[in-house]
Protein backbone atom coordinates (compact mmCIF):
# COMPACT_ATOMS: atom_id res chain seq x y z
CA UNK A 1 0.00 0.00 0.00
CA UNK A 2 1.33 3.58 -0.98
CA UNK A 3 0.31 5.86 2.40
CA UNK A 4 0.47 9.50 1.97
CA UNK A 5 1.40 11.37 5.36
CA UNK A 6 -0.15 15.13 5.03
CA UNK A 7 -0.21 18.35 7.10
CA UNK A 8 -1.80 21.56 6.58
CA UNK A 9 0.50 25.06 7.23
CA UNK A 10 -1.04 28.24 7.39
CA UNK A 11 -4.59 29.02 8.87
CA UNK A 12 -8.23 29.74 7.11
CA UNK A 13 -8.83 32.30 9.51
CA UNK A 14 -6.03 34.43 9.81
CA UNK A 15 -6.48 37.48 7.56
CA UNK A 16 -2.90 38.58 8.00
CA UNK A 17 -1.64 34.83 6.59
CA UNK A 18 -2.22 35.16 2.73
CA UNK A 19 -1.73 31.44 1.90
CA UNK A 20 -3.20 28.14 2.99
CA UNK A 21 -1.63 24.45 2.13
CA UNK A 22 -1.60 21.13 2.17
CA UNK A 23 1.69 18.76 2.09
CA UNK A 24 2.54 15.35 2.23
CA UNK A 25 4.95 12.85 1.61
CA UNK A 26 3.80 9.68 -0.20
CA UNK A 27 5.82 6.42 1.10
CA UNK A 28 5.36 2.53 0.55
CA UNK A 29 4.92 1.02 3.02
CA UNK A 30 8.08 -0.87 3.46
CA UNK A 31 9.71 2.50 3.55
CA UNK A 32 8.16 3.47 6.98
CA UNK A 33 10.31 1.81 9.04
CA UNK A 34 13.28 3.29 7.74
CA UNK A 35 12.40 6.91 7.96
CA UNK A 36 11.13 6.32 11.07
CA UNK A 37 14.19 4.94 12.63
CA UNK A 38 16.35 7.45 10.76
CA UNK A 39 13.82 10.43 13.02
CA UNK A 40 14.75 8.49 15.82
CA UNK A 41 18.50 8.22 15.42
CA UNK A 42 18.06 12.22 15.70
CA UNK A 43 15.53 12.51 18.24
CA UNK A 44 18.15 10.44 20.28
CA UNK A 45 20.31 13.36 20.19
CA UNK A 46 18.23 15.71 22.35
CA UNK A 47 16.75 12.17 24.53
CA UNK A 48 19.11 9.59 24.69
CA UNK A 49 17.42 7.64 26.99
CA UNK A 50 13.75 8.00 25.48
CA UNK A 51 13.96 9.37 21.59
CA UNK A 52 10.00 8.99 21.13
CA UNK A 53 9.97 12.07 23.49
CA UNK A 54 11.28 14.19 21.21
CA UNK A 55 8.51 15.28 18.40
CA UNK A 56 8.98 17.25 15.56
CA UNK A 57 6.96 20.48 14.65
CA UNK A 58 8.59 22.58 12.09
CA UNK A 59 6.84 25.94 13.46
CA UNK A 60 7.93 25.02 17.45
CA UNK A 61 11.57 24.34 16.01
CA UNK A 62 12.38 27.47 13.54
CA UNK A 63 10.25 29.64 16.42
CA UNK A 64 12.48 28.29 19.52
CA UNK A 65 9.23 26.55 21.15
CA UNK A 66 8.71 24.22 24.05
CA UNK A 67 11.76 22.40 24.24
CA UNK A 68 13.33 24.25 21.66
CA UNK A 69 13.49 27.00 23.71
CA UNK A 70 17.04 26.57 25.02
CA UNK A 71 18.55 25.43 21.64
CA UNK A 72 20.25 27.92 19.68
CA UNK A 73 18.52 29.12 16.37
CA UNK A 74 21.73 28.02 14.26
CA UNK A 75 21.32 24.54 15.77
CA UNK A 76 17.34 24.61 15.27
CA UNK A 77 17.85 25.67 11.25
CA UNK A 78 20.75 22.83 10.81
CA UNK A 79 18.12 20.23 12.64
CA UNK A 80 15.31 21.11 9.94
CA UNK A 81 17.54 20.23 7.27
CA UNK A 82 19.00 17.41 8.82
CA UNK A 83 15.01 16.31 8.69
CA UNK A 84 14.67 17.13 5.42
CA UNK A 85 17.88 15.55 4.15
CA UNK A 86 16.47 12.13 5.55
CA UNK A 87 13.82 12.15 2.72
CA UNK A 88 16.03 13.38 0.11
CA UNK A 89 18.04 10.39 1.02
CA UNK A 90 15.44 7.81 1.08
CA UNK A 91 14.24 5.55 -1.50
CA UNK A 92 13.62 8.12 -4.81
CA UNK A 93 9.94 6.33 -4.82
CA UNK A 94 8.90 8.33 -1.97
CA UNK A 95 7.01 11.36 -3.47
CA UNK A 96 6.25 14.99 -2.02
CA UNK A 97 2.72 16.75 -3.23
CA UNK A 98 1.79 20.34 -2.20
CA UNK A 99 -1.07 22.07 -2.98
CA UNK A 100 -1.11 25.88 -2.28
CA UNK A 101 -3.36 28.49 -2.58
CA UNK A 102 -3.80 32.30 -1.78
CA UNK A 103 -7.28 32.27 0.27
CA UNK A 104 -7.94 35.54 -1.25
CA UNK A 105 -8.04 34.32 -4.67
CA UNK A 106 -10.28 31.47 -4.00
CA UNK A 107 -12.48 33.23 -1.96
CA UNK A 108 -15.13 32.30 -1.52
CA UNK A 109 -14.38 28.98 -1.81
CA UNK A 110 -13.16 27.06 1.59
CA UNK A 111 -9.68 26.48 1.78
CA UNK A 112 -9.51 23.39 3.09
CA UNK A 113 -12.19 21.66 0.53
CA UNK A 114 -10.26 23.39 -2.30
CA UNK A 115 -6.21 22.01 -1.69
CA UNK A 116 -7.85 18.74 -0.66
CA UNK A 117 -9.62 18.40 -3.40
CA UNK A 118 -6.54 19.53 -5.47
CA UNK A 119 -4.17 16.63 -2.97
CA UNK A 120 -6.97 13.77 -3.21
CA UNK A 121 -7.26 13.91 -7.04
CA UNK A 122 -3.39 14.20 -7.75
CA UNK A 123 -2.53 11.26 -5.13
CA UNK A 124 -5.06 9.24 -6.85
CA UNK A 125 -3.44 10.15 -10.29
CA UNK A 126 -0.36 9.04 -9.01
CA UNK A 127 -1.60 5.51 -8.14
CA UNK A 128 -2.91 5.16 -11.31
CA UNK A 129 -0.16 5.80 -13.19
CA UNK A 130 1.28 2.97 -11.05
CA UNK A 131 -1.52 0.84 -11.43
CA UNK A 132 -0.97 1.08 -15.56
CA UNK A 133 2.67 1.03 -14.81
CA UNK A 134 2.44 -2.63 -13.29
CA UNK A 135 1.40 -1.36 -9.49
CA UNK A 136 -1.37 -2.39 -8.22
CA UNK A 137 -0.90 -1.41 -5.08
CA UNK A 138 -3.45 0.81 -3.36
CA UNK A 139 -3.31 4.22 -1.53
CA UNK A 140 -4.28 5.28 1.95
CA UNK A 141 -4.10 9.30 2.77
CA UNK A 142 -3.43 9.85 6.80
CA UNK A 143 -3.72 13.13 8.15
CA UNK A 144 -2.50 14.33 12.13
CA UNK A 145 -5.78 14.02 13.82
CA UNK A 146 -5.47 17.86 14.48
CA UNK A 147 -6.61 18.63 11.08
CA UNK A 148 -10.00 19.04 9.70
CA UNK A 149 -11.26 15.89 10.60
CA UNK A 150 -14.90 15.84 9.82
CA UNK A 151 -14.63 18.03 7.00
CA UNK A 152 -11.94 16.14 5.43
CA UNK A 153 -13.80 12.63 6.29
CA UNK A 154 -16.91 14.29 4.61
CA UNK A 155 -14.88 15.65 1.28
CA UNK A 156 -13.28 12.07 0.87
CA UNK A 157 -16.68 10.42 1.02
CA UNK A 158 -18.35 12.68 -1.49
CA UNK A 159 -14.89 12.37 -3.80
CA UNK A 160 -15.54 8.52 -4.12
CA UNK A 161 -19.00 8.00 -4.41
CA UNK A 162 -20.51 11.29 -6.21
CA UNK A 163 -17.06 12.42 -7.79
CA UNK A 164 -14.91 15.19 -7.32
CA UNK A 165 -14.29 18.25 -10.22
CA UNK A 166 -12.38 15.84 -12.51
CA UNK A 167 -13.89 12.47 -11.65
CA UNK A 168 -14.43 9.79 -8.67
CA UNK A 169 -11.71 8.61 -6.63
CA UNK A 170 -11.20 5.03 -7.13
CA UNK A 171 -7.15 3.94 -6.19
CA UNK A 172 -7.87 4.76 -2.17
CA UNK A 173 -8.66 1.79 -0.61
CA UNK A 174 -10.64 3.98 2.53
CA UNK A 175 -11.15 7.26 3.49
CA UNK A 176 -8.47 9.00 5.24
CA UNK A 177 -6.98 7.63 8.84
CA UNK A 178 -5.91 10.50 11.11
CA UNK A 179 -3.58 9.81 13.88
CA UNK A 180 -1.71 11.42 16.40
CA UNK A 181 1.11 13.06 15.64
CA UNK A 182 3.20 12.06 18.85
CA UNK A 183 2.74 8.52 17.64
CA UNK A 184 3.94 8.83 14.09
CA UNK A 185 7.42 9.96 12.70
CA UNK A 186 5.76 9.88 9.17
CA UNK A 187 2.86 12.40 10.10
CA UNK A 188 6.35 14.81 12.06
CA UNK A 189 7.86 14.30 8.65
CA UNK A 190 4.90 15.54 6.55
CA UNK A 191 4.75 18.93 9.37
CA UNK A 192 8.40 19.42 8.65
CA UNK A 193 7.43 19.71 4.64
CA UNK A 194 4.20 21.70 5.03
CA UNK A 195 5.86 24.17 7.16
CA UNK A 196 8.74 24.31 5.27
CA UNK A 197 7.01 24.67 1.83
CA UNK A 198 4.49 27.52 3.94
CA UNK A 199 7.75 29.49 4.63
CA UNK A 200 8.34 29.76 1.09
CA UNK A 201 5.23 30.50 -0.29
CA UNK A 202 3.90 33.02 2.84
CA UNK A 203 7.68 34.98 3.50
CA UNK A 204 9.58 33.86 0.25
CA UNK A 205 12.37 31.75 2.03
CA UNK A 206 12.93 28.46 0.44
CA UNK A 207 16.26 27.49 2.26
CA UNK A 208 14.47 24.41 3.19
CA UNK A 209 11.90 23.91 0.20
CA UNK A 210 14.67 24.15 -2.00
CA UNK A 211 16.27 21.33 -0.62
CA UNK A 212 13.34 18.66 -1.17
CA UNK A 213 11.58 20.51 -4.23
CA UNK A 214 12.83 18.10 -6.60
CA UNK A 215 11.28 14.99 -5.03
CA UNK A 216 7.83 16.41 -6.12
CA UNK A 217 6.27 13.88 -7.80
CA UNK A 218 6.64 14.38 -12.03
CA UNK A 219 6.65 12.52 -14.79
CA UNK A 220 8.14 13.37 -17.98
CA UNK A 221 9.60 16.31 -16.88
CA UNK A 222 5.97 17.67 -15.46
CA UNK A 223 5.47 18.06 -12.02
CA UNK A 224 2.24 16.21 -11.05
CA UNK A 225 2.58 16.82 -7.16
CA UNK A 226 2.55 20.65 -7.13
CA UNK A 227 -0.45 22.63 -7.81
CA UNK A 228 -0.05 26.36 -6.92
CA UNK A 229 -2.84 29.30 -7.05
CA UNK A 230 -0.89 32.14 -5.98
Known sequence: MHLLYCDESGTTSDPKQLHYLFAGLSVFERQCYWISNE??????????ADPHSIEFHGSHIWGGKGIWRNVPYGFRINLIKDLIDVLVKSNVSNRVFICVVNKQKISPRDAVEFTFEQLASRFDQY???LYR???VQRGLIVFDKSTYEGTIQNLATDFRTLGHTWGVLRNLSEVPLFLDSKASRLIQMADIISYSAFRYYEHGDDQFFKLFRHRIDSEGGIQHGLYENI
Request: proline share 6%.
Open 39 to 48: LDRIASIFNP
Open 133 to 135: SGD
Open 127 to 129: LLR
